[in-house]
């Protein structure tokens, strides 16, 4: 999946879903170390201790993403060096944070994919009850991802797609990236993306029917700009 994705991007990937009718869950997420993750989902709630990670581990299948729910909080990192190191010896292929991380210097040296909203030296000074279904699902912003999904990360963030279908968005994502690079190619080559998407038509056309959108008129066209 990773091979595949990476002559993707997660922008390719929310455009897919929006033509397939697939709900585009998307976070901020930004790249600590690597460039890009894809795996299944091993998701776990962090409730102010790593055991629940060491638990998630033990499920774990090669390959798998480890998608962290800290509720986005800010005031504590909970993912270090440690529990990266361990994810690495499991198997795992990356990590995604709804929350903060540290040891930043220490993680890029072991070299796992990290993403997350950020870095903080202060560890957890709490320890909450650990919900039932802490190794089930994780709340990611808006959004909930289960061991049903997967997730694929780059420089803009983070996607959550469902597994089941997952070739077939991707499939998609391929066929709007060929058409983006084409467009880009001809306007470098001088025809621009007016010209190609024949925007003064569009101005002719609206003007007779106000209700037309352009997202209408570029699915006539064929053009891949919105969607």
């Known amino acids: 999946m990773l091979e595949r994705f990476a002559g993707l991007t997660t922008a390719h990937v929310a455009d897919a879903c929006v033509r397939a009718g697939v709900p585009v869950r998307t976070v901020a997420l930004t790249a600590v170390v690597g460039e890009r993750v894809a795996g299944r989902v091993l ?43 361990e994810a690495a010896a499991a198997g795992i292929a990356g990590i995604v944070i709804w929350g903060l991380h540290r040891d930043t210097v220490d993680i890029t040296a072991i070299g796992m994919p990290v993403f997350s909203l950020g870095a903080l030296p202060t560890g957890p000074l709490r320890l909450d009850p650990q919900p039932d279904d802490a190794l089930s699902k994780a709340t990611i912003g808006e959004w909930t991802a289960t061991r049903d999904d997967v997730v694929l990360a780059d420089e803009d963030g983070a996607i959550f797609v469902p597994a089941d279908r997952v070739d077939e968005l991707l499939e998609l994502a391929e066929s709007i990236r060929d058409t983006e690079h084409r467009q880009a190619d001809e306007i470098r080559a001088g025809r621009s993306l007016r010209e190609q998407v024949r925007f ?11 209700s037309l959108t352009f997202r209408q008129h570029l699915r006539a066209v064929r053009g891949a700009i919105e969607e």
């Open 200 to 210: 003064a038509e569009f101005l002719t056309a609206r003007a007779a029917d106000p």
């Open 43 to 85: 998701p776990a709630q962090h409730v102010g201790s790593v055991d629940v990670f060491l638990e998630a581990f033990g499920s774990a299948a090669a390959g798998d993403v480890l998608v962290v729910d800290n509720g986005g909080r800010r005031d504590e990192a909970c993912v270090g060096d440690l529990v990266a190191l």
